[in-house]
Structures are given as structure tokens and as C-alpha cells.
């Protein structure tokens, strides 16, 4: 069984809670210390029980509290050598005792919980993706890529729980009041996925067995959930997959999701 709860998403700031019954772990810890602390709280897991931090890439949103959390309970980070090494100065001083180097491709086991990373596409040093396997269950988080990669969607498909970037409506940001460099930023190939893009990779790597897709880093500026959902639900029912196949979900720049649990393989179903 994996439980997951995402504390938060967004360009404000992103972390993920992943567990089992034995071990304990974060997914970026880009909001402050407190609120980290207390969405793991609210679902009964101790900060001090946490038995590691892995990070995506060094942009802020995903990394502002990784030192005080560290510092403070003694959590191990994990993350390729160049990302360790990018952290900005704010983070403050790290033990290097807690640092864990992963090199991006590798796998690390915990228990019987496997974890891989695998490369995105994304203005960072050397951005990653991560995917959670426990027997035969996965759950996959890509987000902060400004395309996926047929490599990428390999690595991904039929995942049972996807966290998936809908980050922008392209319209939306093109008429937005962001300065014109931005904008090439966010549309670029090391960008950030649109909600478009978003759908149509989904087509790619949805399959029987995937249960739930979770729409995350929604931009505050530039989407709307709403619109994301929609979006993406329109353009998987193009391809023949509807919401009686998956389930499309919220995530949220301000507050948690549920706590999920993901405990067995969904009955198959064709389309």
C-alpha cells in the first residue's frame, strides 16, 4: 500500500508526502517548514519520522524549506550531485552527512518501496522526475517539464496514480502581464507544460491501469482549475478515455489534498 497527500502545488510552492506502512518521505519541500509540519500532522506522520526529502530540482518553490527541515529533524536529502550542489544560499547550512547523492536514472530501495528518478526537461541544472513502485503499484510525479519526452512517457505509462503538470492555459498567459522573456520561458521546451500539452501527453501514457490523475503546479496567474480539468478532460475523450475511466483531480496552491491510499490494482478496463 502507498498513502500520498499533496500538501501543496503550485508556482507558490510544492511538496508531496509518499509512504508506506514502514517508511516515510517528502517529494520537495517548497512551502516553510511550519506548513510542511503541519500537513504531515493532520495526517498522523511525525516530521522526525520522515525518512527522506527527495528534490526535483533547486527552483525555490520546490526547495524553501528542505534546510530548516533538515537541520531540524536530521532528514536525509536525496538528489543528483549537480542539484545538491545548485542549492541556492538561503537554504542555509547542510550537514553533509545529510546529503545523499542519487544519480538521475538510478534506483534507491526502501524496503520493499522502490524509488527511481528520471530526467525532465526544465530550466534547472538537472531536473528530475520520480516514480514510486511498492510490489506491483506506481505512482509517478512529473512536473516542471516543458515537454515530455517519449522517454519520458515510457517511464510513466500506466502508472496507477499520475502527478501531472497542467501548468498554464496558453491563452491565458499570452495575454497575461508578464514581460515577453517570461513568456518564452514558460512556452519553451524547459518550461512548463500547458494544459494542452498536459492532455495530450496524458493520452499517451494513461492505460487501464491508471486510477487517478492528479493535475498539479497549476499557475495562479495563468489557469484556473476549472479550466485545466476541462481542458484535459476534453481532449482525453478525443482519444476514447473518459472520467468513468479515470479520474481527473484537483490539487491546490494553499491547502492539502486528502490523504489516498493506493492498495491494490484496479479491475481492468478496456478502451
Do not use: C
Request: aromatic share 6%.
Amino acid at each position: 500500500m502507498i498513502r500520498y497527500r499533496i500538501i501543496a502545488s503550485g508556482s507558490t510552492g510544492n511538496s508531496i508526502y509518499i509512504g508506506t506502512d514502514q517508511h516515510h518521505f517528502l517529494v520537495d519541500a517548497g512551502l516553510s517548514g511550519k506548513k510542511i509540519e503541519m500537513g504531515l500532522k493532520e495526517i498522523g506522520v511525525n516530521p522526525k519520522d520522515l525518512n527522506g526529502i527527495f528534490i526535483t530540482h533547486e527552483h525555490d518553490d520546490h526547495i524553501r524549506g528542505i534546510g530548516v527541515l533538515a537541520r531540524k529533524y536530521q532528514i536525509p536529502l536525496y538528489a543528483n550531485e549537480r542539484t545538491l550542489n545548485g542549492l541556492p544560499s538561503h537554504v542555509g547550512q547542510i550537514d553533509e552527512s545529510l546529503k545523499r547523492i542519487m544519480d538521475t536514472g538510478s534506483v534507491i530501495e526502501f524496503g520493499n518501496l522502490q524509488i527511481e528518478s528520471y530526467a525532465i526537461s526544465h530550466d534547472a541544472v538537472e531536473p528530475v522526475g520520480y516514480l514510486f513502485r511498492h510490489q506491483d503499484l506506481q505512482l509517478s510525479i512529473l512536473t516542471d517539464s516543458g515537454y515530455v519526452s517519449e522517454k519520458m512517457k515510457q517511464k510513466i505509462k500506466g502508472s496507477d496514480i499520475l502527478i501531472f503538470e497542467a501548468n498554464h492555459d496558453v491563452e491565458m498567459l499570452r495575454m497575461s502581464r508578464y514581460p515577453w522573456s517570461v513568456k518564452q520561458r514558460i512556452l519553451g521546451d524547459s518550461g512548463h507544460l500547458s494544459n494542452e500539452a498536459s492532455g495530450e501527453a496524458l493520452a499517451d501514457v494513461i492505460t487501464s491501469d491508471t486510477q487517478k490523475v492528479f493535475l498539479a503546479h497549476l499557475s495562479r496567474e495563468n489557469n484556473l482549475p476549472e479550466l485545466a480539468r476541462l481542458t484535459v478532460a476534453t481532449i482525453l475523450k478525443d482519444y476514447g478515455i473518459t472520467e468513468k475511466d479515470v479520474q481527473i483531480m484537483d490539487t491546490y496552491h494553499d491547502k492539502p489534498t486528502s490523504l489516498e491510499e493506493l492498495k491494490e490494482k484496479r479491475a481492468r478496463i478496456l478502451f
